[in-house]
């Protein structure tokens, strides 16, 4: 080997190492030489661009705004892109549907769609109500670019002086971006997006264009959009008639059409009228004098046979109406709907009476109520406490957490499974990655074995964790959406509710439980037909009959444990002592949603109560207020006891007596009519009252030719007319009094 490196000696080498060492010790040298000549020269080259004095002081405040101004770009592109997000200009045009909305029994109760357009050229409005808009909402309109900084500096000096809010500081275009795209809660992230939105729209339209969308879409109170349909609801004219007094009364209903409608409330609509004839004088738009014969002879509406229109139920019907009828080509079109409107008025007392009485301690704000029968029609809706101050629908557009009122469909999936009612499980659940589920009072759990149905009634989490895991949350996926419930997500907490549902497909959920299985998907239109009287849609004869997509006996089971809830678990307070109520709680992480989701055998109902901006409430639970404001609907919803019993469970013992002791004077007495089968003009009138009407009415007919000789009075002329139950079918009246039935 040493032969290999060395000759002769070892003198003469195959490597020169020193030479080697000699190179590398040069060559990092002369490198190292080089680096500090390049440094020396770019200094001194760089040296005369030194700065001082003031040149160096502007120098650095330039550099630090490039900085500062290269962070803001990148920070308003963040905060702009989810208000560019929600921006869609199919959102200008509200439809071309003209809709006659009619209650199940054939009665007009509202219109919506075509009001919504732009069918009044802005020249056409007149100019008085265009300055007190102005005058009153946005005396800048036409100076800023869609956010007024100064107004809204003067805005804020006034509400702190003040110590509360006294003005307001958005813009009209503000307003408008907020009515077009987004929704009315409060939170500074919705403020954001309506900013951004605002500089959006003033750079894509005129102002005369942003003023005449405003005017269009605007609510007015009574159901009206825009100027034009407000003219007509209140004063019976086009907006072009309007006198300067009707003006300032439309004007002042931008604000709050429900606080300060005439028909509402008059006394504060005049002042409010004044006000805004005030601002008139105040913006330079009027003198004194010229406002001056508007405040002598105010204005007068019209008066509507009936003003209480179930806005909430149309609002959905509109968009189901649109839905059906996009593609047959036809625009103007009247829709006989499922709407129950005694139940809907219903509903909306029991809710607003809660927040109203109850709100302000409990910190909860906002709520919603669905309430629909076992087969899916929807009978009333209410989709906040004031239809005025904000159309947002929450029980049909927001999605809110529903906590435990979603365990059921984790233990109908046990039950699909093979568990029943009374099989027992642990009272603990293994850990998911690294989060464990906790009960209510805090505990992970005692480990102790208890029945299924215990677990629910008791709502604990610890079970519903567990069974959601050991049985596989891609079954529990299926399940829910099976059901008609979208917006879940697979989650470790998926089991409490931890994702976001509507309060109408969360009560269709239920009422597949309630039919005994059949999908029940909620749906609130019965027919449409055309301009020309013709049949376009009959749900009836247009829709496939629903599938049976779970087990009677899941129906059942489920059903049995859902009584436990209310009668041995979280749910006492919805207890009805008429029938059985069964149904269950939910209340989401912080208080923040609180929900009951309950039914008998005739309607299903759930209850939310939260607030918008999803702030906690005071500890509200579902079992609390929720399960009272369902106590109070289902209380009066309910007007007789001829309805079935739930599957699964036995008749209840009043309904059993009720329906035995009618059933006994209908045999024992033929001419006893059940009074709630009775129409209410009937029960206003004497028997004897009665019985002479009739007869002067068969004598009349009688003489006119118009009833055979002999025939009783009172019987129709027709001896064709439907019977009373194919009149139901129709929806033209009350079914007739059936035999009793009382399902196991």
Not at 513 to 529: C, D, S
Request: glycine content about 10%.
């Amino acid at each position: 080997m040493s032969d290999w490196f060395f000759k002769q000696g070892g003198r003469d080498r195959i490597i020169d190492w020193l030479s080697l060492d000699s190179k590398i010790d040069s060559v990092i040298s002369e490198t190292w030489g080089g680096i500090r000549d390049a440094w020396n020269s770019a200094s001194s080259f760089f040296a005369r661009f030194k700065l001082t004095g003031w040149k160096r002081l502007a120098n650095e405040l330039a550099c630090e705004a490039l900085t500062l101004g290269a962070g803001g770009l990148v920070l308003l592109y963040a905060l702009a892109l989810p208000a560019f997000q929600e921006f869609d200009e199919s959102k200008y045009q509200t439809g071309q549907f003209a809709v006659t909305f009619l209650d199940q029994n054939g009665n007009e109760i509202g219109k919506r769609g075509i009001l919504h357009n732009d069918a009044v050229p802005l020249e056409d409005i007149p100019d008085y109500l265009i300055k007190a808009a102005l005058a009153t909402e946005d005396r800048r309109f036409f100076e800023h670019f869609g956010v007024d900084f100064l107004g809204t500096a003067r805005a804020l000096m006034e509400n702190v002086r003040a110590s509360g809010v006294v003005q307001g500081g958005s813009t009209l275009t503000q307003q408008l971006a907020k009515n077009l795209f987004l929704s009315p809660e409060r939170s500074i992230q919705r403020k954001i997006k309506e900013v951004f939105l605002a500089f959006l729209l003033e750079s894509r339209h005129s102002k005369r264009e942003i003023l005449k969308m405003y005017l269009d879409r605007a609510y007015m109170g009574g159901g009206a959009f825009g100027v034009e349909a407000a003219a007509q609801f209140y004063f019976g004219k086009p907006v072009k008639d309007i006198s300067m007094a009707e003006a300032a009364l439309m004007a002042g209903l931008f604000k709050a059409p429900t606080k300060y409608a005439p028909h509402v409330d008059l006394a504060s609509s005049r002042a409010r009228t004044n006000e805004v004839l005030s601002n008139l004088v105040e913006a330079g738009f009027y003198t004194a004098g010229q406002v001056h014969n508007a405040r002598l002879f105010p204005a007068s509406i019209i008066e509507h046979n009936d003003p209480d229109s179930p806005d909430w139920f149309l609002d959905w019907a509109f968009e189901e109406v649109q839905r059906i009828a996009r593609g047959k080509g036809e625009y103007v079109l009247t829709a006989r709907t499922t709407v129950d409107l005694k139940l809907q008025r219903a509903a909306e007392e029991a809710l607003v009476s809660t927040i109203k009485r109850e709100g302000r301690y409990a910190r909860a704000r906002a709520g919603a109520l669905v309430s629909m029968e076992t087969d899916g029609a929807v009978r009333a809706v209410v989709g906040g406490t004031d239809y005025g101050v904000s159309q947002f629908n929450r029980a049909t557009s927001a999605r809110r957490q529903p906590g435990s009122s979603f365990k059921p469909y984790v233990y109908a999936v046990a039950l699909e499974s093979g568990m029943r009612p009374n099989t027992t499980v642990r009272d603990r659940s293994r850990n998911c990655g690294r989060w464990s589920p906790k009960n209510y009072n805090g505990s992970y759990g005692s480990g102790a074995r208890v029945p299924l149905q215990y677990a629910l009634a008791k709502s604990y989490n610890t079970t519903a964790v567990e069974l959601s895991l050991s049985l596989g949350r891609d079954k529990l996926m299926e399940m829910v959406n099976r059901l008609g419930v979208s917006g879940v997500r697979k989650t470790c907490s998926m089991a409490l509710g931890d994702g976001g549902v509507t309060v109408l497909e969360h009560t269709g959920g239920y009422a597949t439980f309630a039919n005994g299985g059949k999908l029940a998907k909620p749906y609130g239109v019965l027919e449409i037909v055309n301009s020309r009287g013709e049949l376009i849609y009959s749900r009836e004869r247009d829709e496939k009959p629903a599938p049976q997509v779970l087990e009677r006996r899941v129906a059942e089971d489920m059903n049995q444990m859902l009584y436990q809830v209310v009668h041995a678990g979280t749910g006492g307070r919805a207890k009805l002592d008429f029938t059985h109520a069964v149904g269950k709680t939910g209340t989401s992480s912080s208080y923040r949603d609180a929900w009951f989701m309950g039914f008998t055998g005739k309607y299903v109902t759930g209850v939310w109560l939260g607030n918008d901006d999803f702030r906690p409430t005071n500890r509200i639970t579902g079992g609390s207020l929720p399960a009272q404001t369902w106590h109070a609907y289902m209380s009066v919803a309910h007007t007789d006891m001829n309805f079935p019993t739930i599957p699964g469970l036995d008749a209840h013992p009043t309904q059993v007596a009720e329906m035995q002791r009618v059933a006994f004077l209908r045999q024992t007495d033929p001419a006893y009519k059940d009074p709630a089968t009775q129409s209410s003009t009937a029960s206003l009138l004497p028997d004897k009252t009665r019985k002479a009407l009739q007869a002067l009415v068969g004598t009349l007919r009688k003489a006119n030719g118009s009833e055979p000789a002999g025939a009783a009075p009172g019987t129709p002329a027709d001896p064709g007319a439907p019977d009373p139950d194919k009149r139901a079918e129709l929806g033209v009246g009350p079914p007739a009094p059936r035999a009793p039935t009382i399902p196991r």
